[in-house]
C-alpha cells in the first residue's frame, strides 16, 4: 500500500468542498445560544448548591 499525499490532499479538498457551511448569521445566533444556556445553567446550579448549604448548615447546625 503506498501513500501518496498529492492524492490525499486532492480527496480532502473535495471533501471539504461537499460542506454546507453555516451562514455568518446562523454562526452568530448559535454562538449567542451556546452563552445564554451556559449562563443559565450557571445561575441555575448556583442556586441549587446555595439552597443545599443553607439546608445542610441548617441540618447541622440544628437551626438558622
Do not use: H, N, Y
Amino acid at each position: 500500500m503506498s501513500v501518496d499525499p498529492v492524492k490525499f490532499v486532492r480527496e480532502v479538498r473535495a471533501e471539504v468542498a461537499k460542506v454546507t457551511w453555516p451562514s455568518r448569521k446562523e454562526t452568530l445566533v448559535t454562538t449567542g445560544l451556546v452563552f445564554a444556556m451556559a449562563t443559565a445553567a450557571a445561575i441555575f446550579f448556583f442556586v441549587v448548591d446555595q439552597l443545599v448549604g443553607l439546608g445542610m448548615s441548617f441540618l447541622f447546625r440544628g437551626g438558622i
